[in-house]
């Protein structure tokens, strides 16, 4: 594992957050597509399920994307600002069935707090351990998509929608139709 679980985790939720908004149509429309992206990620604390807290976690995903798209100095300026703007308080909890880890704000701060602060935390290991070129863009022309190698060898080029076996078989087939 090269970051801590809760690292992993939280740079996959937010990369998967940040891909809704480019599904058509958007991946998040409802209070219930919120919850069930709580569920996934299992965040803990309180969870309005409202048009509110809906608007305020879309709200979100534009900040995160820029972490993707940033250079290292950037990245560390939209990490402070999200842990200085939320102030961000870590400290190690153990709930369910993650063993201690950290949190930064209490479980009644809102969602979108929640994710940013989250993510914050994360992108402070991945900036301290100079492993930047782990955000990635999905590789495939016709995708804008994020994603977070968490591969050994550094290899993973594609996002979950299936473009890199999209990719390969269109590669595969202009192979075929030339030889």
Not at 30 to 38: L, Q, S
Not at 116 to 132: C, F, I, Q, S
Request: charged share 30%; proline share 3%.
């Amino acid at each position: 594992m090269l970051f801590a679980h809760d690292t992993e985790a939280s740079l996959a939720a937010a990369a998967e957050l940040v891909n809704t908004a480019h599904e058509t149509p958007d991946g998040l429309r409802t209070p219930a597509d919120v919850v069930a992206f709580v569920d996934r990620w299992s965040y803990t604390g309180r969870v309005a399920g409202d048009a509110e807290e809906l608007a305020a976690v879309r709200a979100v995903r534009p900040r995160l994307e820029r972490l993707w798209h940033a250079d290292r100095d950037e990245v560390v300026e939209l990490t402070n600002a999200m842990l200085r703007e939320t102030r961000a308080l870590p400290q190690l909890v153990r709930h369910d069935t993650w063993d201690y880890h950290l949190h930064a704000v209490p479980p009644e701060a809102d969602l979108a707090v929640r994710i940013l602060v989250e993510t914050g935390m994360a992108m402070v290991d991945v900036v301290r351990l100079e492993e930047l070129g782990r955000m990635r863009i999905c590789a495939a022309e016709d995708c804008d998509d994020v994603l977070i190698d968490l591969s050994k060898n550094r290899s993973r080029r594609f996002c979950d929608n299936g473009c890199g076996n999209r990719t390969n078989v269109a590669a595969y087939r202009a192979r075929k139709a030339g030889g």
